[in-house]
C-alpha cells in the first residue's frame, strides 16, 4: 500500500460522495492492474515507456524540445494530475510542473489533500514544449497520446485531475470551456475525472479562481475516499 492509497481512505472529516454525481463506486483494485502485474512490474513498464518517448520525433514539438518531459510520481497512485504541457522550466528540468504553477500547485495539493506531489502521478497532454508556452495543436495531442492512455492504464488512477482547458477538453472529448466544465466530477471509464483550472489560470486570476480550484481539490479528495480501494 502506498501513501496515498492508505492516506485518502483515513483523512478525516472528508465527506464522501455527494455532490450531486455519482462517481464509479468503489472498485477493487488487486495486486495486479489493467496493465498487468503489481506496483514494480507497472514502474517497469512506465520507465520503458519513458525511455520510448525520450527518443520520439511523432510531432513537430520534438525538434524545439530540450529533453521529453514524460511525468513524474507515483506509479501506484490513485490521484493523477494531467496538465498542458511542459513549459520552460519543466523543459529544462524534465519534471511537469516545476516552475510557478508548480509550486501552486504543490501548495494546493498539500493544503486541500494533505499530499506531496510524489504521492500522484503528474503528466501533460503533450510530453514536449510548445513553442512560446502556447496551447498544444490538435496534431501535437493526438500524436501524444498514446503515451497518456499508456500512463492512464499503467498507473490506474481512481480520479484524475484536469488542469485546464487543454488537458479537460482533451479526456472529456468535449469543446466546453473549464468555466462551465469545473465544479462537478465525470464518469471516465472506472475512474472520475475532476477538471479544474489551470493554476496558471489561477495565477493570474486572483481570490475567486483560487477558491474555485481549491473546492475542486476537495471534490477530488471526496471522490478518492469515495473509490475506497
Ligand atoms: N503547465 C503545464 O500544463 N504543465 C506543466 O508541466 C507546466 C506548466
Known amino acids: 500500500m502506498t501513501p496515498v492509497r492508505s492516506a485518502v481512505v483515513t483523512l478525516p472529516g472528508v465527506p464522501g460522495p455527494g455532490d450531486g454525481d455519482p462517481g464509479p463506486g468503489p472498485a477493487a483494485r488487486g495486486a495486479t492492474g489493467p496493465g498487468g502485474g503489481g506496483p514494480a512490474a507497472r514502474a517497469v513498464r512506465?520507465?520503458?515507456?519513458?525511455?520510448e518517448a525520450s527518443g520520439c520525433t511523432r510531432c513537430g514539438l520534438a525538434g524545439g524540445r530540450t529533453q521529453v518531459v514524460f511525468g513524474v510520481g507515483d506509479p501506484d497512485a490513485e490521484l493523477m494530475l494531467v496538465g498542458e504541457g511542459p513549459g520552460e522550466q519543466e523543459d529544462l528540468q524534465g519534471e511537469p510542473f516545476v516552475g510557478r504553477s508548480g509550486r501552486l500547485l504543490d501548495r494546493l495539493l498539500a493544503e486541500e489533500l494533505g499530499l506531496h506531489r510524489r504521492h500522484c502521478y503528474i503528466a501533460n497532454i503533450v510530453k514536449c514544449r510548445p513553442p512560446g508556452n502556447r496551447d498544444p495543436l490538435p496534431g501535437e495531442a493526438?500524436?501524444?497520446?498514446?503515451?497518456?492512455?499508456?500512463?492512464?492504464?499503467?498507473?490506474?488512477?481512481?480520479?484524475?485531475?484536469?488542469?485546464?482547458?487543454?488537458?479537460?477538453?482533451?479526456?472529456?472529448?468535449?469543446?466546453?470551456?473549464?468555466?462551465?466544465?469545473?465544479?462537478?466530477?465525470?464518469?471516465?471509464g472506472t475512474r472520475t475525472v475532476v477538471p479544474t483550472f489551470h493554476p496558471a489560470a489561477v495565477l493570474r486570476g486572483g481570490g475567486e479562481a483560487l477558491a474555485q480550484m481549491r473546492a475542486d481539490l476537495v471534490r477530488a479528495k471526496a471522490r478518492l475516499v469515495g473509490a475506497g480501494r
Open 46 to 51: 512506465l520507465a520503458d515507456l519513458a525511455r
Open 142 to 188: 493526438a500524436a501524444c497520446r498514446p503515451f497518456l492512455d499508456a500512463q492512464l492504464e499503467l498507473v490506474d488512477p481512481a480520479v484524475i485531475v484536469t488542469l485546464g482547458n487543454v488537458a479537460t477538453r482533451a479526456l472529456l472529448a468535449t469543446t466546453e470551456g473549464i468555466t462551465r466544465l469545473r465544479g462537478r466530477s465525470y464518469p471516465f
